[in-house]
């Protein structure tokens, strides 16, 4: 059966050092990854996208990166600071037919960043 | 520009009753999909909505349906209530058809059922 795992539910780091995520996935064969961030009580937000041919994406404090062979990406947040904390979520796609595109997400990871 | 709104924020139903959420994309978006999101959960697909059809639908049952307008907002429609609808359901949008871009998610509708 297809499967998403994020390394764990929840990720204490001291402010500064650098967050590493981790998402696995069995029985899928993506065209992308995103990553996602949401508050309490909010919706996701989109953080980065990586397609499958893509091996690093960055944007600012973040990197993303797409090992199709491991099945695996890592979300990696430098020099964190207590206001990235939040839940982290992985989301998969693959093309299902139609034109169209559908997107399975993991369970999340809470991120915590301590002062 | 607004963003992707949702309606109502928050709702209280009893078992066996009817709900209709409703959304509004993004300005310039034209399909929009739902989300069942249960506490401490990754929100999971329900369906996709594109020129007014349902273009794909995940693991949910038929209780579940919806509907997208002219105007691309659309509603999702629970049929039968049960206790575990219980979640926030959340309406995302994104530009051109396909999905394979960035979602842009709405602030969800948290569902509690009686």
């Known amino acids: 059966s297809q499967k998403i795992e994020q390394n764990s539910e929840a990720l204490n780091i001291q402010e500064g050092k650098t967050a590493t995520l981790t998402c696995n996935y069995t029985?899928?064969?993506?065209?992308?990854l995103q990553w996602y961030r949401q508050d309490p009580g909010r919706g996701p937000v989109f953080l980065l996208l990586?397609?499958?041919?893509?091996k690093e994406k960055r944007k600012e404090r973040l990197k993303v990166t797409f090992d199709t062979t491991l099945k695996q990406s890592l979300f990696h947040i430098t020099a964190s600071q207590p206001a990235d904390s939040a839940t982290y979520l992985c989301?998969?796609?693959?093309?299902?037919?139609?034109?169209?595109?559908?997107?399975?997400f993991g369970k999340g990871t809470k991120l915590s960043v301590i002062p | 520009d607004a963003g992707v709104t949702q309606s109502p924020t928050h709702l209280i139903k009893t078992r066996g009753q009817q709900v209709t959420l409703r959304c509004s994309p993004k300005?310039?978006?034209?399909?929009v999909s739902w989300y069942q999101q249960a506490l401490g959960q990754g929100p999971q697909f329900i369906f996709q909505?594109?020129?007014?059809?349902?273009?794909q639908r995940g693991n949910f049952p038929d209780r579940f349906s919806g509907h997208q307008f002219p105007n691309y907002s659309s509603e999702l429609n629970v049929n039968a209530l049960l206790l575990g609808d219980s979640a926030l359901y959340l309406c995302?949008?994104?530009?051109?058809?396909?999905?394979?871009?960035?979602?842009?998610f709405g602030p969800g509708t948290r569902l509690t059922v009686l």
């Open positions: 995302a949008s994104s530009p051109g058809g396909t999905g394979d871009n960035e979602q842009f």
């Open positions: 029985n899928y064969s993506p065209a992308y």
């Open positions: 990586i397609r499958e041919n893509e």
């Open positions: 989301a998969l796609d693959e093309y299902s037919g139609a034109g169209s595109y559908q997107l399975t």
């Open positions: 300005s310039g978006h034209d399909t």
């Open positions: 909505y594109y020129e007014e059809e349902e273009r």
